[in-house]
């Protein structure tokens, strides 16, 4: 049967447990999918998801996301954007993303029954539901990466060798593109950023994976939303309980990796429409009094330094929670100077990742580190 999300409490623990599995990354903030959900399940919109087992197994489904990076911190001249004819924005992101859909679709010439969010976070899997209900299809209790991921290749599906193209690319101004087929996942990102820069960022809809749903099963890691909604629902129980993260540890077999508060953000990249990618500083609290920590960001949490020693990389995932709230918190500002955190690691969703095909994925040397994949559970030096 399929499960209803019909309660803002409801609505509340799936976001905070989208952010949690997000990484800090997924397209936005959790307050975006709060602020985006609770006004449609007040007004009587529940939120159902489905099953992939309840669908006949010649049901067309496609992913959809949102493809960008950092946005500039002041916007474009208008002159430059008229120069293009960019005079009025014709989408929201969730307009892209539905619009994305029905151009992958026609491309093809096929029927949709059913929506996939790409990964988890906030705003990517928010805006594949929305994307569902505006054109009135259900979306899976299932993604294709157990997280968010800063590359649009780096999925399930991709280490079991499915490309996600064809794709299609909507930006906010209305221009649609189409990506037939690429060399590598590495190119179909890089044309994706691309045409991101082109449009001068916050995001494109993307729509890829375009199979059905008998093709689509072993990709797909099921189950992982409504894994969200229950890690949302334990990191509010062990904040009212006083136990903070006792509950969601015990659910993840996760670990506190540092904790402290956070100082300056070290940026590496300065280049406008494309990837976030920085360093976090923490100055250790509690039992890491004295000790220096470092978060290192690809638009999501990647790797974890103790000192001088790397003590969680991906594909474990890495959030970043406030102290006080266990609120989990985003890579778009929200770790500021001087706010008390903790660094928490929890194992992947799925043993995909841990394959060789998953670590040479989204593990260290992916980032061009010199250092191989470190298991979480690496002993404390």
């Not at 991906?314 to 955190?341: F, H, N, Q, W, Y």
């Amino acid at each position: 049967m399929p499960t209803v999300l019909s309660d803002p409490q409801a609505i509340e623990d799936f976001v905070t447990g989208l952010a949690l599995l997000g990484t800090g990354g997924g397209g936005g903030r959790l307050e975006d999918g709060i602020e985006l959900l609770v006004p449609l399940v007040k007004g009587g919109r529940p939120i159902v998801l489905l099953s992939p087992d309840e669908l006949p197994g010649d049901t067309w489904t496609c992913s959809l996301s949102s493809v960008g990076g950092r946005d500039p911190d002041a916007p474009p001249p208008a002159a430059e954007l008229a120069a293009y004819g960019l005079a009025r924005e014709k989408h929201t992101l969730v307009g892209r993303m539905t619009e994305a859909a029905r151009e992958l679709a026609g491309y093809k010439g096929v029927r949709l029954g059913a929506l996939v969010s790409v990964e988890l976070g906030s705003a990517a899997t928010v805006g594949t539901i929305l994307a569902g209900l505006e054109l009135g299809l259900p979306t899976l209790d299932s993604d294709y990466a157990g997280r968010a991921k800063p590359e649009v290749g780096q999925s399930k599906a991709a280490i079991m060798g499915r490309s996600r193209a064809p794709m299609a690319f909507v930006d906010r101004w209305g221009n649609v593109s189409f990506v037939k087929s690429t060399v590598s996942e590495e190119m179909t990102d890089r044309l994706g950023r691309m045409l991101s820069v082109a449009a001068y960022g916050r995001g494109l809809g993307a729509a890829g994976h375009l199979m059905q749903i008998a093709e689509a099963k072993p990709m797909l890691i099921r189950g992982s939303l409504l894994t969200a909604a229950s890690l949302g629902r334990a990191l509010r129980e062990g904040r009212s309980s006083g136990e903070g993260l006792g509950p969601v540890q015990r659910a993840t077999g996760g670990r506190v990796l540092f904790e402290g508060v956070a100082g300056e953000t070290e940026w590496h990249s300065n280049e406008p429409y494309m990837f976030r990618i920085f360093t976090y500083h923490i100055a250790g609290t509690g039992r890491f009094a004295g000790e220096r920590g470092r978060v290192w960001v690809k638009n999501e949490h990647h790797i974890v330094w103790r000192g001088d020693m790397a003590v969680a990389t991906s594909p474990d995932l890495i959030a970043i929670l406030d102290a006080e709230t266990c609120k989990p918190l985003s890579t778009r500002g929200d770790v500021t100077p001087g706010r008390p955190v903790v660094v928490f690691g929890m194992p992947a969703l799925d043993p995909a990742w841990y394959t060789p095909e998953g670590i040479g994925m989204i593990g260290p040397r992916h980032f061009g580190f010199a250092f191989d994949y470190v298991p979480m559970d690496k002993p404390d030096a």
